[in-house]
């Protein structure tokens, strides 16, 4: 069976027949996942354990998007502190003990697939899991994405205390630390 997120169990023959649908990452997606990342981001080179390390840290918060079997999306998030982002392609050891956000590391959909509204669900799916856990999700906007992500509710945000500027810079000269606070 394979686990669609925000949607019932489907036989996986009559997923790979469908629409494309976000489920959980495994093991097994993130060679096409690296291979994604580095087709999208390349002047934003990761290591393949990065999205390996974000995977192991929270499983429930790293998703792909599969598309008749191929991984054409994919989000990695985990719990971490609203005051800035980890370093790029930097393993992070382990969780904070206290978060007060998760951080959406990143979302790609594949190019020939965008403007369908299909990263909905996976950030969808992030708040529900992060709601109740924690008040904020954090992210950096890269390659002019910030009105995107304003569009969904975040705005920008200054590094606070325990933050690191050298952090922020390490996504380039344009990167953007964006926030938003979730209700209730």
Request: hydrophobic share 45%; charged share 25%.
């Amino acid at each position: 069976m394979a686990e669609r997120i925000g949607g019932a169990e489907v036989p996986e023959e009559a997923a790979r027949e469908e629409a494309a649908f976000w489920r959980p990452m495994r093991d097994a997606d993130l060679p096409a996942v690296t291979a994604l990342a580095a087709r999208v981001h390349p002047t934003f080179p990761e290591r393949p354990e990065v999205f390996a390390e974000r995977r192991a840290l929270a499983p429930d918060l790293c998703l792909v998007l599969d598309d008749a079997g191929r991984v054409a999306g994919y989000l990695v998030a985990h719990p971490w502190r609203s005051s800035g982002p980890p370093a790029l392609d930097t393993l992070i050891g382990r969780l904070p003990e206290a978060p007060d956000a998760v951080q959406i590391h990143d979302l790609v959909i594949a190019p020939e697939l965008r403007g369908r509204g299909l990263a909905e669900p996976a950030i969808a799916h992030v708040e529900r899991t992060a709601r109740g856990c924690v008040a904020r999700l954090c992210l950096v906007a890269v390659s002019g994405k910030e009105r995107f992500w304003s569009r969904r509710g975040f705005r920008p945000q200054p590094i606070g205390p325990g933050g690191s500027a050298g952090a922020l810079a390490s996504y380039g000269p344009d990167a953007v630390a964006m926030v938003k606070t979730m209700a209730g």
